[in-house]
């Protein structure tokens, strides 16, 4: 395993980790990169041995999935730093329709791509192929050349020719910007300060399924009050909002707060002077103000199961899935602000 005297911060996306190269690609991580923190690995069929993987200090992620599916690559790849796409359909037999190969390599790569301008991820490493230069169907010989000798690449088999228009496509999406939003926040609330969060489609399932569960059963549910909850992690607000803003390239500089309470309390209070003072010509209505103040310093966090005790509740939506949709829904937002 890799020297853990780095920081562990990074998130690594190997697709195609159970393959040939994908599984060297894989171990190879776990021993040379000390800044790992979680590794996840995307693949159609993922293979036994992941498990003795789980063991060490870095998070090992086995996600089965399919590249030819948006969504699933999209929910793979959100929050992930570093992808090395290596998944692919490697036939030179016909044992696969040309139209299947160009869906793996191709529509696959394609949606690795979009995935990682939507979710800002910003480091891509694509596994090509030497076929993509040659040997062309003319026979040229192509010897001892490198990446700027010049060679005629002619391609008529579905492979070789999957494997260039992928290589094309990750070139010129060199430079793409996703949702890059940069810079730094420096924290104003302990991190200490625990804060119960639920995904909103988790909070709009609870809502139907108590409603339908309500009319079957009055006499239990009448006049109950349910907290709403899911697998949402218990973070202070400002930790919490980081699983949403990192991906998306900003950083909450500071273990602790950057100003003393006192201070951050004298501001609230003269933000709400401003606000009385100016109501007559402009409504003024900072983030920051005493009861918001107080709710972000106060620790809130609620753990029950009387939702699934009395309805039968469970969150439709993993932490994983609401974090994805939250970064996707930024990003849409991001994008129709533009
Ligand atoms: N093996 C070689 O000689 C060679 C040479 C040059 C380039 N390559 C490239 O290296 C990459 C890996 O090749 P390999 O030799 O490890 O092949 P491999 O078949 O051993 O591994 C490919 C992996 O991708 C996975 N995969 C296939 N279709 C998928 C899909 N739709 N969704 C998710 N995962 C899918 C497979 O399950 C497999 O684990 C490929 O892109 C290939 O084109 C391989
Ligand atoms: C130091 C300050 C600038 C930090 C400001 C954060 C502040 C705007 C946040 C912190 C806590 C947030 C509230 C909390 O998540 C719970 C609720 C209850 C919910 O019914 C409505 C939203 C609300 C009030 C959040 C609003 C934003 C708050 C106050």
């Known amino acids: ?46 293979g036994p041995w992941l498990e003795e993987l789980k063991t060490g200090p870095v998070q090992v992620t086995a996600i089965q999935g399919d590249v030819t599916q948006a969504h699933e690559v999209a929910a793979a790849v959100a929050g992930a730093h570093v992808v090395i796409h290596t998944a692919g359909l490697v036939d030179v037999f016909g044992r696969a329709s040309p139209e299947t190969i160009h869906a793996v390599n191709v529509q696959g790569t394609k949606n690795v791509i979009e995935a990682c301008v939507q979710t800002g991820t910003q480091f891509l490493v694509y596994t090509s192929s030497m076929e993509v230069v040659g040997p062309n169907i003319k026979g040229h010989p192509f010897y001892r050349g490198n990446e700027d000798t010049p060679y005629e690449a002619v391609h008529r088999h579905p492979y070789p020719r999957s494997k260039a228009l992928a290589e094309q496509l990750v070139l010129e999406a060199n430079g793409r910007k996703g949702l890059r939003l940069g810079g730094r926040l420096f924290r104003a609330i302990p991190a200490s300060v625990e804060h119960g969060r639920v995904y909103v489609g988790n909070v709009a399932w609870m809502h139907v399924l108590v409603a339908r569960e309500l009319q079957e059963r009055a006499a239990l549910m009448g006049g109950q009050v349910y907290f709403c909850y899911d697998k949402s992690p218990y973070k202070s607000y400002e930790d919490f909002n980081m699983e949403f803003l990192g991906p998306c390239g900003l950083r909450l500089v500071g273990t602790r707060p950057l100003l003393p309470y006192w201070l951050l309390m004298l501001l609230a209070f003269l933000n709400a002077l401003l606000q009385w003072l100016l109501r007559p010509l402009l409504l003024y209505a900072p983030l920051l103000n005493p009861y918001t103040l107080a709710m972000a310093n106060t620790t809130f966090t609620v753990s029950t199961d009387k939702a699934q005790r009395h309805f ?27």
Do not use: K, N
Request: with cysteine; proline share 3%.
């Open 312 to 338: 039968g509740y469970e969150p439709l939506f993993s932490w994983e899935e609401s974090r994805t949709r939250t970064v996707r829904w930024m990003q849409t937002m991001d994008s129709s602000a533009q």
């Open 1 to 46: 395993m890799a020297d853990s005297a780095q920081a562990q911060e990074l998130v690594y996306l190997v697709t195609g980790g159970c393959g040939f190269l994908g599984e060297h690609v894989v171990r190879m991580l776990l021993q040379q990169e000390p800044r790992l923190r979680e590794l996840r690995i995307f693949d159609l069929h993922l």
